[in-house]
């Protein structure tokens, strides 16, 4: 059984930088590869970012590649989310999750568990 718990969302301007982190428990953090979703304002939750369980393969949303940046490290057990330059669409609940099989994906079904959200609000 794997549990997260986000942090380090709040209110920024666009153009500013906000570092989320997402704490891992329950089982060794180094078995399982990571993804970063988000839900924004009446829209439906979808990928923003993943990790490989060894962090040296990464992926982006289109819309945040060149601005943000995944990694991790396993010996503390925390995934981070590095977001530069953020825009008011970036304005969402963030949630990071799980694939305790290792498996790198997009895909939120795929996933075997989800931290509570830390919402970011950029405004303009």
């Known amino acids: 059984q794997v549990q997260l718990v986000e942090s380090g969302g709040g209110l920024v301007q666009s153009g500013g930088s906000l570092r989320l982190s997402c704490a891992a428990s329950?089982?060794?953090?180094?078995?399982?590869?990571m993804g970063w979703f988000r839900q924004a304002p009446g829209k439906e939750r979808d990928f923003v970012s993943a990790i490989s369980w060894s962090g040296t393969s990464t992926y982006y949303k289109d819309s945040v590649k060149g601005r943000f940046t995944v990694s991790r490290d396993n010996a503390k057990n925390m995934v981070y989310l590095q977001m530069d330059n953020l825009k008011p669409e970036d304005t969402a609940v963030y949630y990071c999750?799980?694939?305790?099989?290792?498996?790198?994906?997009?895909?939120?079904?795929?996933?075997?568990?989800w931290g509570q959200g830390t919402l970011v609000i950029v405004s303009p």
């Open positions: 999750a799980a694939d305790v099989r290792g498996i790198v994906t997009s895909r939120q079904d795929q996933m075997d568990a």
């Open positions: 329950g089982r060794p953090m180094s078995t399982y590869s």
